[in-house]
């Protein structure tokens, strides 16, 4: 099952203005996403999909694969689907969506999302890390419960699983979990989570991985150690630049 990965660049972030072109050790912050999400080796190939022709010459420029989507779509995952669509891509049994603003994502948080998919697991993967329990109440910390046999059962900014009871902190800390945003799908699924109108549990919790949830549509949640965060402000910037600095001297 080839796995093709889209990496989603929209140049009109609000809390980072021109997040893709901004720069990470000397390069746009999308050419290093895509040479981290290319070096890790999980996908057989790699595009970056973008609203904005300077991205796109930023990328062609360094012979980087980018295909220049439609302004209007509403989420990364939509523009996902519109390069999975595109006849020279038709060969490729996975998508695999990977946010362009990761250039430190791990390769068993992608490694995880697509063996779920290929091992008919689920046909939409994902992963998850542990969460320190003072970040349970932080509504930018998304947080995931799940069954048994690692399928989401919700996820939500709320703190999930509750704790009622103090004494019983010790059964609680192992199943507080923090998703990391890569998704891996079947075609049919990604067509499936497009074609349907935003969810009102989406809405309210301004997560789109509800919409296809609350159709019934299950999404195994691979559990990794680590994952890094993604770059969403001038601060978060910096320290990754200083990380730069220090990975390269």
Not at 72 to 87: I, N
Not at 161 to 168: F, I, M, V
Not at 192 to 217: D, N, Y
Request: with cysteine; hydrophobic share 45%.
């Amino acid at each position: 099952m080839p796995v093709l990965a889209v990496i989603p660049a929209r140049l009109g972030a609000t809390r980072l203005p021109r997040k893709p072109l901004r720069l990470l050790g000397g390069e746009p912050l999308v050419v290093r996403v895509h040479e981290r999400v290319t070096a890790l080796a999980v996908a057989d190939h790699c595009v970056v999909a973008t609203d904005h022709p300077e991205v796109a010459d930023a990328c062609q420029a360094r012979g980087i694969p980018v295909v220049l989507t439609r302004s209007e779509h509403p989420s990364g995952t939509d523009r996902v689907a519109e390069v999975a669509g595109r006849p020279e891509f038709a060969a490729f049994d996975v998508l695999l969506n990977v946010q362009g603003d990761e250039p430190f994502v791990s390769k068993a948080a992608l490694q995880g999302a697509v063996d779920i998919v290929r091992q008919g697991r689920a046909p939409i993967g994902t992963a998850a890390v542990p969460v320190p329990m003072e970040a349970l109440d932080r509504r930018d910390v998304v947080k995931v419960v799940c069954t048994d046999d690692g399928r989401a059962l919700y996820f939500s900014r709320a703190a999930i699983p509750c704790l009622r009871e103090p004494q019983d902190a010790a059964l609680l800390a192992p199943l507080v979990h923090q998703h990391v945003g890569v998704y891996a799908y079947t075609r049919s699924a990604l067509q499936q989570w497009v074609g349907w109108a935003p969810h009102p549990l989406e809405l309210v919790e301004r997560l789109e991985q509800l919409r296809p949830l609350a159709h019934g549509l299950a999404i195994g949640v691979a559990h990794v150690p680590s994952a890094e965060g993604g770059i969403d402000t001038e601060d978060d910037l910096a320290r990754a630049n200083a990380r730069w600095a220090d990975h390269i001297s």
